[in-house]
């Protein structure tokens, strides 16, 4: 549970040490405040661990964008070269037909590429349409510019469907860590009541030292108290 006290309460050498430590108003028991104020330490523990790792998650995130960024212009490239089939450095309706009705890659990447006005290259209906919006000064060809105009509104948009993702994660690990606290917190509770065999309200040093041998619930729990979750 993120308290090593707690575990300690499960080795015989430590548990009068850890006694001491637990029981803050020296009064000889741990009450209920003084279990919640430990338990308390051990969730915010917890919670630490757990945005640690979403923290080494979201530069593992970047770094993948980074990657996805230069992946898919690289792949912009080489589909306007692929195309391009004259070298001519733009792209005539001519060769444009040809590559989308016959080269793979290139269909592939218009498909997935996030502009819609390129991937309407791939439907006849609309291909005059989109060649009259891609060719941004009318020259009845799509050159370099105009095509790089084109992938960076892809990638815009494909790079806004990556974090809109990232955000809903991140949603969905917040809530995640709102029902972690809740039955971490009910469970430290029942742990307490199970203790607490003379429902007196404190724990008492046989109470414990009784649910330590013979509980396996208790046992589990503090057993787990130092593990990552």
Excluded at 48 to 59: D, F, M, S, V, Y
Excluded at 148 to 157: F, V, W
Excluded at 179 to 189: C, G, M, Q, Y
Aim: charged share 35%; aromatic share 6%.
């Amino acid at each position: 549970c993120g308290e090593p006290n707690l575990q300690y309460l499960l080795v015989p050498s430590r548990l009068e040490a850890t006694l001491a430590v637990l029981d803050t108003d020296r009064d000889g028991h741990i009450d209920a405040v003084e279990w919640e104020a430990c338990i308390e330490s051990a969730l915010a523990n917890k919670l630490a661990e757990r945005a640690a790792r979403r923290e080494l998650q979201a530069k593992a995130a970047q770094k993948e964008i980074e990657e996805f960024t230069a992946e898919f212009k690289s792949a912009a490239r080489r589909c306007f070269q692929l195309i391009d089939k004259d070298c001519g450095g733009s792209l005539s309706k001519t060769e444009i037909v040809e590559a989308v009705k016959t080269d793979q890659e290139v269909i592939r990447f218009l498909t997935t590429c996030g502009e819609e006005n390129l991937q309407f290259l791939l439907h006849p209906p609309r291909l005059k349409k989109a060649l009259e919006v891609l060719d941004e000064d009318g020259s009845g060809e799509i050159d370099i510019e105009e095509w790089e105009s084109a992938i960076q509104r892809g990638l815009k948009k494909r790079l806004a469907q990556l974090a809109e993702e990232r955000e809903r994660r991140q949603r969905a690990a917040e809530k995640a860590d709102e029902e972690f606290s809740l039955e971490f917190l009910n469970a430290a509770r029942e742990v307490f009541t199970m203790i607490d065999d003379d429902e007196s309200g404190t724990l008492e040093k046989p109470e414990i030292v009784e649910a330590i041998q013979g509980n396996q619930k208790v046992i589990k729990f503090l057993v787990n108290c130092g593990n990552k979750n």
